[in-house]
């Protein structure tokens, strides 16, 4: 299979993307917010490539860096699953001293997610 084909380069692709392209629908929150690839990884994918097999990859995970505010970097990156992932966005919440998803939240509940999304932005959680 060609690389530039495969998931993992498009993970690389995109990674690079919202951090170096002003164009990118996600560069104000990745480049504009001065997050970086290391040279490493940005100059070569056969380096990242290389860095994610030996670290955890698998196609059911996906690329999570460990401070939100740190560059994608060996010592900031891991592979975590999409639930986990999810837990690091803004619209988290944290139930029962855990961090969890407004999903996770409407799974435990029995209330629709869209209810608690409109009680959290309300404040009436």
């Known amino acids: ?43 070569s994918f056969k380096s990242f490539k290389t860095w994610a097999l030996a670290n955890g990859y698998d196609d059911n995970l ?20 999409l639930i986990e992932q999810q837990k690091n966005r803004s619209n988290s919440t944290i139930f029962n001293g855990k961090v969890t998803t407004l999903t996770e939240l409407s799974q435990l509940t029995g209330i629709p997610r869209t209810t608690l999304s409109k009680r959290l932005r309300k404040g009436r959680w």
């Open 62 to 81: 996906t690329l999570d860096r460990k401070d939100n505010n740190g560059n994608y970097e060996p010592d900031n990156c891991r592979w975590i699953t």
């Open 1 to 43: 299979m060609v690389e530039s084909k495969t998931r993992l380069y498009r993970i690389w692709s995109h990674m690079k993307n919202r951090c170096n392209s002003p164009n990118s629908d996600n560069y104000k929150r990745y480049g504009y917010r001065g997050i970086k690839v290391c040279d490493e990884w940005n100059n």
